[in-house]
């Protein structure tokens, strides 16, 4: 599976951005497809997920309620729609895939197989 991600870029607080991730695969089913990002000189984190089966969604506490992840089945594609950025929000963001195992590894990144190139996000205060 491989991952090609988009819509990076440069926002003032408040501002919203949206990411999409295309997936090259016959079928997600039996997949999940999230996001985890990266600031700078910082760990990484689970940001979003969605179980391609059911399409239920997760999220960090710390996006809950600002951003919404989605996904459109004919286009094997998720779009994470970031609203209300703020300057904490400022990382590279990655989009992930994996065969669903289970709602445990969910946010778990070292569960992931497959990782896209990452698309910079930065949220100017």
């Known amino acids: 599976v491989q991952l090609q991600a988009s819509g990076g870029g440069l926002v003032q607080a408040g501002d919203s951005l949206r990411l999409s991730c295309a997936a090259s695969?016959?079928?997600?089913?039996?997949?999940?497809m999230g996001w985890f990002r990266q600031p700078l000189g910082k760990e990484r984190a689970f940001v979003a997920a969605i179980r391609w089966s059911g399409g239920s969604t997760h999220y960090a506490d710390s996006v809950k309620g600002r951003f919404t992840l989605s996904r459109d089945n004919a286009k094997n594609t998720v779009y994470l729609q970031m609203n209300s950025l703020k300057s904490e929000d400022t990382a590279v963001y990655y989009c992930?895939?994996?065969?669903?195992?289970?709602?445990?590894?969910?946010?778990?990144?070292?569960?992931?197989?497959?990782w896209g190139q990452g698309t910079q996000v930065t949220v100017s205060s």
């Open positions: 695969a016959r079928t997600l089913r039996g997949y999940v």
């Open positions: 992930v895939a994996k065969p669903d195992r289970g709602l445990p590894t969910i946010r778990d990144g070292n569960r992931y197989d497959y």
